[in-house]
C-alpha cells in the first residue's frame, strides 16, 4: 500500500505501508514535506536512521560518523571551512546544514542530478573523490557490523518488516540503510526561531527592535535578499506536498573570478562540473537561512567567517570578486547588484539572522547521539 497523508484533527499524518502514523511536528502555517512512496516514514526508521547516523563503525577505521560533518548543535554543519574525510584528504565544499532538508529539490552544493536523500547518503559512505567515510568495497564488513549488533537485529526488523521476513540478505542492504538515513534526514525539521514566533506566532515581542529593521532591510528593495532567500526555508529551493512543481535556484554569487570562457578558479567549478557549459561556472545552490548564525563559517567553501563579511565584503560590492582588482564578474546572478550600507545597518541585518536561530532545533533531544559515549560517538 503506498504512502498517504491524512488530516487529523489539525495535525498532519503519514500512513505507511504498515499502517503506523508518522506524525509531523509542523505548525499550521508549514506544509508537509513529499516522501517517496517506496520510503514511507515510521518512528521506527527514523530511529533507525538516527542510530546510523551517529555511528562513527559506518567509516573505514571507526573514526567519523555523519555527525562528524553535521553536528546538531551546529544545525548540522561542522565549523570548518571543509571538512576532512577518514584518509585526512579534504574535501572541497563546506558541509551544508541539514534542517528542513526534506523540503530541498537539490541536496548538495552543485550537483543538480542529486535529488534523493536515499541515493545522496552513498556519496559520503562510499565516494572515493574525495574520500569521506571510506567504505568503497567494505559493503560485506559494514553489512556484518549491523547484522551483528543486537540493537541493529531489533530496530532494522521493526523498520522493515516486510524486508525482515525475507531474511536478512533482504534486510540488511544499501536500500534499507540509506532508507533510513534517508527518514532520519526528514525528520529535521526547523520552524520555532524566534522570528517565526514574531512573525506567525503573535509575538511582537519575540524579536528585537533591530531585528525587526533588520527584517526591513533583508525583504526590501535596497538589499533584495528576499530574491534568493526567501520560501519556508530562506532559500529558493523548495518543494512539499502542496506545491505542484519542485523550485531550484542555483546562482553565481560572484565570490570568484569565473569569465565564463572555460577560466575559473579550481575551488569554484559550480554546476559547469555536470553541465559542461562554461557558463555555469560558479552557479551553487542556494543555501537555507534558518540558523545561519551558528553555520559559520560560509560560501561553498567557507572562505568568508562571519555574517558582517557576508555583508560587507560580499554582497555590498555586488560579490567579493569585484574586490579582486577586476569589477564584478560577469558570470554573477542579475541579483547581485550591490548596495551601499552603513554599520548600523549592517547590525539590524545580523540581528534578523540571529533571529532565525531555532535553539529547540539545536538542543531537540530526539537528533542527538543515542550511543554510549564509552561505546561510539563521532568525532
Known amino acids: 500500500m503506498l504512502a498517504r497523508l491524512v488530516l487529523v484533527a489539525g495535525s498532519v499524518l503519514l500512513l505507511g505501508a504498515s499502517g503506523a502514523a508518522w506524525h509531523w511536528p509542523l505548525p499550521a502555517w508549514v506544509p508537509p514535506p513529499v516522501v517517496p512512496t517506496d520510503n514511507?516514514?515510521?518512528?521506527?526508521?527514523?530511529?533507525?536512521?538516527?542510530?546510523?547516523f551517529h555511528d562513527p563503525r559506518l567509516s573505514r577505521d571507526g573514526s567519523l560518523s555523519c555527525a562528524g560533518c553535521h553536528d546538531p548543535a551546529r544545525a548540522f554543519t561542522d565549523g570548518r571551512a571543509v571538512s576532512p574525510g577518514v584518509t585526512g584528504e579534504n574535501g572541497s565544499r563546506s558541509a551544508m546544514s541539514l534542517a528542513n532538508v526534506a523540503y530541498l529539490p537539490v541536496l548538495t552544493w552543485q550537483n543538480p542530478q542529486i535529488i534523493s536523500l536515499e541515493v545522496q547518503a552513498l556519496i559520503p559512505l562510499?565516494?572515493?573523490?574525495?574520500?569521506?567515510?571510506?567504505?568503497?568495497?567494505?559493503?560485506?564488513?559494514?553489512?556484518?557490523?549491523?547484522?551483528?549488533?543486537?540493537?541493529?537485529?531489533r530496530l532494522f526488523a521493526r523498520a522493515f518488516p516486510d524486508e525482515a521476513r525475507r531474511g536478512d540478505e533482504a534486510l540488511y542492504t544499501l536500500s534499507t540503510l540509506t532508507k533510513?538515513?534517508?527518514?532520519?534526514?526528514?525528520?529535521?525539521?526547523?520552524?520555532?526561531?524566534?522570528?517565526?514566533?514574531?512573525r506567525y506566532g503573535g509575538r511582537p515581542d519575540a524579536i528585537s527592535a533591530a531585528a525587526r529593521r533588520g527584517e526591513d532591510l533583508f525583504f526590501g528593495e535596497k538589499l533584495e535578499c528576499y530574491h534568493c532567500h526567501g520560501g519556508l526555508a530562506f532559500t529558493d529551493n523548495q518543494q512539499h506536498a502542496r506545491s505542484p512543481f519542485?523550485?531550484?535556484?542555483?546562482?553565481?554569487?560572484?565570490?570568484?573570478?569565473?569569465?565564463?570562457?572555460?577560466?575559473?578558479?579550481?575551488?569554484?567549478?559550480?554546476i559547469v562540473a555536470f553541465s559542461g557549459d562554461p557558463w555555469d561556472a560558479g552557479r551553487f545552490r542556494t543555501p537555507t537561512l534558518r540558523n545561519i548564525a551558528v553555520t559559520a563559517p560560509y560560501m561553498h567553501d567557507g572562505s568568508v567567517a562571519t555574517l558582517r563579511e557576508v555583508l560587507r565584503s560580499h554582497y555590498a560590492p555586488a560579490g567579493r570578486s569585484a574586490l579582486q582588482g577586476r569589477g564584478p564578474n560577469p558570470l554573477r546572478s542579475e541579483f547581485i547588484a550591490g548596495f551601499e550600507i552603513t554599520?548600523?545597518?549592517?547590525?539590524d541585518v545580523v540581528a534578523f539572522l540571529e533571529a532565525l536561530t531555532d535553539e529547540r532545533f539545536l538542543r531537540n533531544p530526539a537528533h542527538a547521539n543515542p550511543w554510549p559515549a564509552a561505546r561510539v560517538g563521532p568525532r
Open 40 to 52: 514511507p516514514m515510521s518512528a521506527d526508521k527514523v530511529e533507525l536512521g538516527r542510530r546510523l
Open 126 to 153: 562510499f565516494g572515493e573523490h574525495p574520500v569521506e567515510m571510506g567504505m568503497a568495497g567494505r559493503e560485506q564488513v559494514l553489512f556484518a557490523m549491523l547484522q551483528g549488533d543486537p540493537v541493529y537485529r
Open 180 to 198: 533510513a538515513l534517508a527518514a532520519f534526514q526528514r525528520s529535521l525539521l526547523s520552524f520555532d526561531s524566534p522570528w517565526n514566533r514574531y
Open 246 to 270: 519542485a523550485e531550484t535556484g542555483l546562482h553565481n554569487t560572484g565570490l570568484y573570478n569565473e569569465d565564463g570562457q572555460g577560466a575559473y578558479p579550481a575551488a569554484s567549478p559550480g
Open 343 to 347: 554599520d548600523d545597518e549592517i547590525d
